[in-house]
């Protein structure tokens, strides 16, 4: 959450946080402008670049890059949008 906390702190409204919520979702995916996508198992950090094992494909297929594009509208038109960091903490 601090880390959410200071992401909304820099950027405010000019980031959509969602929180897919129907399930386990353990997927990384990222897309550049719908012409590439990389996705795989790979988290965002220094270890996972420079000392982890991880598995990553990148494409640029447009066949594939539309199918992972879906799926990413798909599962984000699911999720609920978090305005605040508090948004994630459990309700009472």
């Known amino acids: 959450i601090n880390s959410l906390k200071q992401l909304f702190q820099r950027l405010g409204d000019r980031i959509e946080v969602r929180l897919y919520d129907k399930g386990q979702l353990h997927a990384k995916m990222v897309i550049i402008d719908s012409i590439a996508v990389i996705h795989g198992s790979f988290n965002l950090t220094k270890a996972a670049l420079t000392s982890n094992i991880e ?10 890059v539309k199918r992972n594009v879906e799926e990413f509208d798909k599962l984000w ?8 960091p508090e948004d994630l903490k459990p309700k009472k």
């Open 55 to 64: 598995k990553a494909q990148a494409t640029i297929n447009p066949e594939e």
């Open 77 to 84: 038109s699911e999720a609920i949008t978090i305005k605040k």
